[in-house]
């Protein structure tokens, strides 16, 4: 007969600091040896950063020469010059209307990111937003100073270009990626040609061509904004990457999916919006990040076809002869935005992985 | 002779060089439970894809309830509302909860308001005695419990025919009797139903055997032992 046994704890502590320690630091003797490798490098190279960055950095200085006088990282450079970085040419009177379109473009999308949100009227927002956003940064009227979009620069503008980049993007990349599935010769040759050739070409190139040779095929007298050239540039671009990023997706959806929506009877669009595409989506959420966060600071290459972008302002700072030499800071102060920018992207992948998990899949 | 629900015409199919059904012709009148079995690879899989168009048939006829399947969406769609299936591998839609498995159907492709079809997906899934986990999703239940709400799936959409590819061929003997009970009493309640099994078991269970061998059909008569039972039942 089988005597029971009773439930007994582990015989090691599982919990506890002293338990952490030994699991995640010292779980092994290359462990060790690395966690004290790695101890070392940080005892090095913090202390002498914290002391530049803060402990004798100057964060009030009136003058250049007051800074170099310190050891330390001169953020009053950023203080004076922040308003250029941020904002570009656009007249310094009339900063706080970017500032106002930026906030409202971060607003948008905090909104459209909230699960509770995705409604119907949220279109309604955005259309309201966007409105508002052209009224603010192009001006003209309700007593708006006009200010051409040549002019527009830093934060708001690669805000602009990312938000659309991808937004236009996405839909078109989507449509290329079912294209390129499609049994129909005709538009798969064409879907793959497009996403063939775009991939083939670098960002930078399709920029100068944007901008050079577009308006050399356009009739005379007609021309596009450069700006909204850029933008198409950007736009065309992703679309081909977002396609392929999405067919992988496709690709690993069982045909036993399709076989299910079809014995059902769901048209064409009914089995892709409801039952392809939400699990295709899922699955390639961790690349269209990535993409998402590329395509963010791709638009920094837009400075090459003269386009003040929060990158080229930040370069356009540095050029203020009273105030030289400051890069560092300046690179550093930039580079936090962009992180800021992109890390909130990649959480929010993270967490909209997990609210999208339903079980193991079949 | 009241006309069949399904009639098969000299059907072939080729995939590729291989003819993998070879002049196949079958009726199956309404109220029928008909089994198909035969070896692996013998193609009786495929014929029964061919009915709702899974898989598209090169010469020969399918008629479905008097309508014929052609290249034309329009007839795949009405045959496909009046269709259902049953797969091997349950085929459940892993984003979407139980109750939206069954539902999605009625309301899109029936256009079924959604607290009817609601109301009726609960029904189908009290039919199948699993209620309790329509607000689950597919990969929290067991191979068993998805076969059934497979064939709550299948149901939901009130076909009048009911196609079963392999319907017990993931499920441990168990679960298989279970499933295949649950079938001959969906039968019984007036469903006409098409099976696909190499499982001899079941095979004799049926009303009706049809035997495909090499893409062809071999043997088409009742199963002896079932003659009892099939009386017992209609009584």
């Known amino acids: 007969m089988a005597s029971v046994t009773e439930a007994l704890p582990p015989p090691n502590p599982q919990s506890g600091p002293l338990a952490w320690l030994r699991e995640r630091l010292f779980s092994s003797p290359l462990n060790a040896i690395l966690t004290m490798l790695s101890v070392w490098l940080l005892l090095m190279v913090l202390p002498p950063l914290v002391e530049w960055a803060l402990i004798r950095a100057n964060f009030t200085a009136e003058t250049s020469a007051e800074c170099r006088a310190g050891a330390g990282a001169c953020w009053a450079f950023i203080a004076q010059k922040y308003r250029l970085i941020l904002f570009g040419l656009y007249p310094f009177d009339e900063q ?63 805000l602009i270009l990312a938000t659309f980049g991808i937004a236009v993007a996405f839909p078109f990349g989507l449509v290329l990626a079912l294209g390129r599935r499609s049994k129909m010769p005709a538009i798969k040759t064409l879907c793959v040609l497009y996403i063939e050739l775009i991939r083939g070409v670098p960002l930078i190139s399709m920029l100068f061509m944007s901008s050079v040779m577009l308006p050399l095929f356009l009739p005379e007298g007609f021309s596009i904004d450069k700006l909204l050239r850029a933008q198409i540039a950007i736009i065309l671009f992703a679309a081909a990457y977002i396609a392929e990023v999405v067919r992988g997706g496709l690709q690993a959806i069982p045909k ?10 769901l048209n064409y669009a009914q089995k892709m919006g409801f039952i392809i595409l939400p699990q295709a989506l899922k699955v390639v959420i961790p690349p269209m990040v990535s993409l998402f966060i590329a395509v963010f600071k791709d638009t920094s290459l837009v400075v090459i076809i003269g386009i003040y ?39 929010y992948s993270k967490a909209l992985e997990d609210r999208l998990a339903t079980g193991h899949k079949r | 002779m009241a006309q069949p629900i399904i009639d098969l015409q000299g059907v072939n199919k080729w995939y590729g060089e291989f003819h993998v059904l070879r002049n196949i012709n079958l009726t199956v009148a309404r109220g029928e439970r008909i089994v198909i079995c035969g070896p692996s690879g013998s193609g009786k899989s495929t014929m029964i894809r061919c009915i709702n168009r899974l898989e598209e048939h090169q010469k020969g006829h399918i008629i479905v309830d008097g309508t014929e399947l052609t290249n034309d969406l329009k007839n795949i769609d009405a045959i496909r509302r009046e269709v259902g299936m049953v797969f091997q591998h349950f085929n459940l839609f892993p984003h979407l909860t139980v109750l939206e498995n069954l539902t999605l159907g009625p309301i899109w492709v029936l256009k079924q308001p959604k607290a009817e079809a609601e109301a009726a997906a609960m029904k189908y899934l009290e039919r199948v005695r699993i209620p309790e986990q329509a607000k689950k999703y597919p990969g929290q239940l067991s191979g068993g419990q998805q076969q059934r709400v497979a064939i709550a799936r299948a149901l939901a959409g009130s076909p009048k025919l009911l196609l079963a590819d392999e319907p017990t061929g993931n499920l441990d003997t168990q679960m298989a009797r279970a499933v295949m009970q649950l079938l001959e009493d969906i039968h019984r309640d007036g469903a006409t139903i098409v099976m696909v099994t190499h499982d001899p078991e079941l095979a004799a269970r049926a009303q009706r055997n049809v035997h495909v061998i090499d893409g062809q059909i071999v043997d088409v008569g009742e199963a002896p032992r079932l003659h009892m039972n099939v009386s017992r039942l209609s009584a």
């Open chain 1, 309 to 347: 972008d929060l990158m080229q302002s930040t370069k356009v700072s540095l050029t203020d002869p009273a105030w030289r030499g400051f890069s560092i800071e300046a690179y550093i102060f930039v580079s936090a935005i962009y992180f800021i920018f992109c890390f909130s992207m990649s959480k």
């Open chain 1, 256 to 265: 036993g999916q399709y076989e299910g929506a079809d014995s059902l009877g």
């Open chain 1, 96 to 158: 706080w209307r970017p500032l106002v379109a930026a906030l409202i473009l971060i607003g948008m999308i905090v909104a459209s990111c909230l699960p509770a949100m995705w409604k119907p009227r949220l279109i309604l927002l955005w259309v309201a937003g966007l409105v508002a956003v052209a009224v603010l940064m192009w001006g003209g009227i309700l007593g708006l100073r006009y200010v051409e979009d040549t002019l527009w620069g830093g934060l708001p503008l690669t």
